[in-house]
Each structure stands twice: as structure tokens, then as C-alpha cells.
């Protein structure tokens, strides 16, 4: 009995745990979201932004909807029931919800999933193509590269979820914070819809796995080869910073996504381990945001560190680098009386001395 009470405890913990990452996620993702949206406008004539620019909108797209509704709504959108947990039924923590809610909770899942994965591998393939394959962005611009690079991932994720969540109804509550499309759903479909998903997560591991070590390849042979590079000093160390920024993309993804595809992998793991999964899992917009945002806040702390501004408080570059400007007091300037410390109230008593004086002798010239 003990054992169940503290499984129950580890259970309620998890939920609890994923509802505020991913609450810290959907701050995040709104963040890059305002941020994209703020660099087109600045544009000259709302030009196309940069690729890298359009799937990270679209990757932020897909994890803010995921945060909410998967990852903090969670077991609010479940149907009331009971979890077994060390051989002992226990109600679902936190359920409030209904077959509608559930089915609903299920298809943001698969479509939002495939696709924010998705992105991420046409992320890497754009940062591969940019450095190590030297294409230029207005060949990028090309609809015969947006199409496979920004629209390709939300076509395999509706594809994907109105097939198995819509048609096949291969969806349920898992035994995890949400519902879903996967292992534990009662559907004599589910062995295909398994089978599927592990072949796309696979794949699509796999892809992102592989663009980062020909991006840590393309690193290491600039870097060592960095005296007979073909380009100048300024160039190469763009293409370092451009590829570096590219590789933590994928740190962040392979972060959030790893330690939930080992627990679909082992089935004997500890059992605070999912607490540690659904702190994680939900942080994907956290670390995107993280990474996204450093090389503009380094950029703010260099120019305080060069002098040309020393007033930039970690706190300014802070907000400068989330372009979030704060408020300023209203005051209402008042009359100040004269200082008689400062030599103003002397100034001008001396003034009136002298005009004093020219009086006295204009008079004086005046009766005589």
C-alpha cells in the first residue's frame, strides 16, 4: 500500500512538473514569435525573412499549441477514470475532461509532434545548406526550397493525424499527463499507428542526428584549416557562428526528445524517472528561446564590456534583447527655490548689486 501511495505521489508530481515547463515553454515560443514577427515588420517593404527565420516561426508555431493544450492543460483535457499503479486503481489526477476534450488533445498532439520534429530537421537541413553547401538566401527563397523546408512538416503532421486520430480513432489517455496516439491505446489499429510513428521519429532523428555531425565536420575542418581558408577572417567567422547556432538548435531538440523516446524504448527505468521526462520533454520553446536569443544578448553585454555603452545593465541587455521597453515614471517638474549652496544664488545677488549701484548713480547725476 505504501509503495502505491508514494507511486501515486510520483504521478501527481509529474503531472504538476510537465504543466509548468510547459507553461515556461509557451512563455518562450511567444517570445521568438513576437520576435520573428518584429524583424519582418522592420523590413524594407516587408521582404521575405531569411529562411532559418520562417522554420523557427513555424517550429515556435507548433511547440507554443503543444505547450498549451498537451503539456499544461494536460489532464485537464482527460476523461475522469482510474490509473493502475502498482497493481492499485487510483482516479487520474487533475481529470476534468471528456471523450470530446480527449480527441481534440489527441489530434494537437500528432499534428503539432510531427510537425515541430519535422521543422527541426528542415532546420538542420537549412543551416547545412546555408554553410556547408554555401546556398544563398535568395535561392532559398525559391518556392521549390520553402515548400519542402516550411510547408512539407505541417503537411506530414495533418496527413498523420487525420488519418490515424480522425479516421482510425487510434486515440486514448496513455498513462502519462495527456492524450494521445500511441503505445496504450485500445485500437486493433494501434500496431500500425506504432509501427508508423517509430518509423517517423526514427527517420527524423535520424536526419537531424546526421546534419549535425556534417555541421560539426564543416567546424572542425574551418577551424583547423582556418590559415588557408579560401575567404577572409570576418566571413569565416560568421560561417563558425552561423554553424554553431545551428548545432545548439539540435542540442535543444535532442534535450527535450531523447529521455521521452528512451522511456518508450526501456521498460525497467527508476521511478522518479518520469518526473525527470516531464521537466524536460515539455521545455523544447525554453531551450529554443535560449538558444535563439543568446547571440543577440551577447551582442548586448559585448558592447557594454567595449564601453560604448556602460550604463547596459544585465537587466537593459536583458530587455533590449527581448525588445521589451519598460515604462517610464510620469513626473511633473516643479519650481526649485534658489540654491544657496551653489554659486547661482551668489551670481545673482551680485547682479543685483550692480544694478542696484547703477541706479544710485544715475540718480546722483540726475539732482546734480
Avoid at 144 to 157: D, E, R, S, T
Avoid at 329 to 339: A, D, F, G, M
Wanted: net charge positive.
Amino acid at each position: 500500500m505504501t509503495m502505491g501511495l508514494a507511486a501515486e505521489k510520483i504521478y501527481l508530481a509529474k503531472i504538476i512538473a510537465a504543466k509548468t515547463s510547459g507553461s515556461i515553454s509557451m512563455i518562450g515560443s511567444g517570445l521568438i514569435i513576437r520576435d520573428v514577427i518584429l524583424r519582418w515588420h522592420r523590413r524594407k517593404e516587408n521582404q521575405f525573412l531569411p529562411i532559418a527565420q520562417h522554420i523557427i516561426l513555424s517550429m515556435s508555431i507548433a511547440d507554443l499549441f503543444n505547450s498549451c493544450f498537451v503539456h499544461f492543460l494536460g489532464t485537464w483535457m482527460v476523461p475522469k477514470g482510474d490509473i493502475t499503479i502498482s497493481d492499485e486503481k487510483y482516479p487520474i489526477p487533475l481529470a476534468a475532461g471528456n471523450e470530446t476534450t480527449c480527441h481534440i488533445q489527441a489530434f494537437i498532439w500528432d499534428l503539432f509532434t510531427i510537425a515541430g520534429c519535422s521543422s527541426n530537421a528542415t532546420l538542420a537541413t537549412a543551416y547545412w545548406l546555408l554553410v556547408c553547401k554555401e546556398k544563398k538566401e535568395n535561392e532559398l527563397k525559391q518556392w521549390k526550397w520553402q515548400f519542402p523546408l516550411v510547408c512539407l512538416p505541417w503537411i506530414l503532421g495533418l496527413v498523420d493525424s487525420f488519418l490515424y486520430v480522425i479516421g482510425f480513432n487510434c486515440y486514448g489517455f496513455t498513462g502519462g499527463w495527456f492524450c494521445g496516439a500511441f503505445v496504450g491505446v485500445d485500437s486493433p489499429h494501434i500496431g500500425w499507428r506504432n509501427w508508423l510513428l517509430t518509423a517517423e521519429v526514427g527517420l527524423i532523428n535520424t536526419w537531424i542526428i546526421s546534419m549535425m555531425l556534417m555541421l560539426i565536420k564543416f567546424v572542425h575542418t574551418v577551424e583547423k584549416r582556418s590559415s588557408a581558408y579560401r575567404r577572409n577572417e570576418q566571413t569565416r567567422k560568421k560561417s563558425i557562428q552561423v554553424t554553431w547556432q545551428g548545432i545548439w538548435f539540435i542540442l535543444a531538440y535532442m534535450a527535450a526528445m531523447i529521455p521521452a523516446i528512451i522511456t518508450l524504448v526501456v521498460k525497467d527505468y527508476p521511478m522518479a524517472y518520469p518526473i525527470f521526462v516531464a521537466c524536460l520533454n515539455p521545455l523544447q520553446g525554453a531551450l529554443n528561446t535560449f538558444v535563439y536569443f543568446r547571440p543577440k544578448y551577447k551582442a548586448e553585454r559585448q558592447k557594454m564590456v567595449s564601453g560604448s555603452d556602460r550604463r547596459n545593465s544585465r537587466l537593459s541587455s536583458f530587455l533590449k534583447t527581448l525588445n521589451v521597453t519598460l515604462p517610464r515614471r510620469s513626473s511633473v517638474s516643479l519650481p526649485t527655490p534658489p540654491n544657496h549652496d551653489n554659486g547661482d544664488f551668489e551670481n545673482s545677488c551680485q547682479e543685483d548689486m550692480e544694478i542696484d549701484s547703477r541706479s544710485k548713480d544715475d540718480e546722483f547725476e540726475g539732482n546734480k
